[in-house]
């Protein structure tokens, strides 16, 4: 089953067309990294936050799908916490670790850029099916038919890789070869994964060249893909997101572009 093959129709948004998601977050990504200050993706993650529950992505916000972005994020200001560059006073340190007035809004800021960039993709990201992706970027975006159809293949195997890696466990302890310490399992349980995705995707690239799917006449879709005024609400509210963010942060004098 696919990482996002399991797309229930009642979701939120679950029939807009996935390019429009897709349209949404970009702007927003696009000025949250950019810019290195606070204030920007503090007021783009509430705002962010009022939208996906105005919509309907209360429950989604607090499913378990979710766990690993605030899991990450937090990492991840940790990471800059220690390490980021030192600056004003420093409150403590120990070897190449040290924390100070800069490191500590360093991390902040990090923070709220993993939270603001993930959080609106990975929940608009559960609710686009493969096959809807696939009609959206071929009919919508006009991308080529072998790209578009590769990508929906690639869609479509990504979830079986976790049931693969389960299997893989399995055999291998049934057989014996699973000694060793924990980081040499992996590698070799790894490397076998990677060995049989690629022996899959070539039985799968035949496949699909024996079924007409690598032709270069035009193709036809079963299902039309629709960009309307809903889309386009999407869209422009994924600018006014990233407009309003971006301007309070220019407004208190917050903007920090990263090459400055």
């Not at 606070?38 to 309907?56: I, K, R, T, W």
């Not at 993993?114 to 609710?127: D, N, Y």
Request: charged share 15%.
């Amino acid at each position: 089953m696919s990482v996002i093959g399991a797309v229930r129709p009642d979701l939120p948004l679950a029939h807009v067309n996935p390019v429009a998601k897709l349209a949404a977050t970009l702007p927003l990504a696009i000025a949250l990294v950019l810019t290195l200050d606070p204030v920007s993706a503090a007021v783009a993650l509430v705002l962010e936050l009022l939208v996906l529950v105005a919509v309907g992505f209360g429950p989604l916000l607090r499913s378990k799908r979710l766990l690993p972005i605030w899991i990450a994020a937090p990492l991840t200001g940790l990471s800059m916490l220690l390490y980021g560059e030192a600056s004003g006073e420093v409150h403590w340190s120990f070897g190449l670790a040290a924390i100070s007035d800069g490191s500590i809004a360093i991390a902040l800021t990090t923070v709220l850029r993993v939270l603001a960039i993930a959080l609106p993709g990975v929940v608009l990201f559960l609710t686009i099916d493969p096959t809807d992706l696939a009609d959206g970027l071929a009919q919508t975006l006009r991308l080529p038919d072998r790209f578009v159809l590769g990508a929906l293949a690639a869609l479509r195997l990504a979830g079986g890789l976790v049931d693969d890696w389960r299997m893989l466990a399995l055999a291998r302890r049934a057989r014996g070869v699973a000694d060793g310490g924990p980081v040499v399992r992996f590698v070799r349980q790894a490397f076998a994964l990677l060995v049989l995705a690629v022996r899959r995707g070539g039985t799968l690239a035949t496949a699909m060249e024996g079924r007409g799917f690598g032709g270069s006449g035009e193709r036809t879709w079963a299902r039309t893909a629709h960009f309307g005024r809903v889309e386009w609400l999407v869209v422009a509210v994924g600018c006014a997101v990233a407009a309003l963010a971006v301007a309070v942060s220019v407004a208190v004098g917050s903007w920090n572009v990263i090459w400055a």
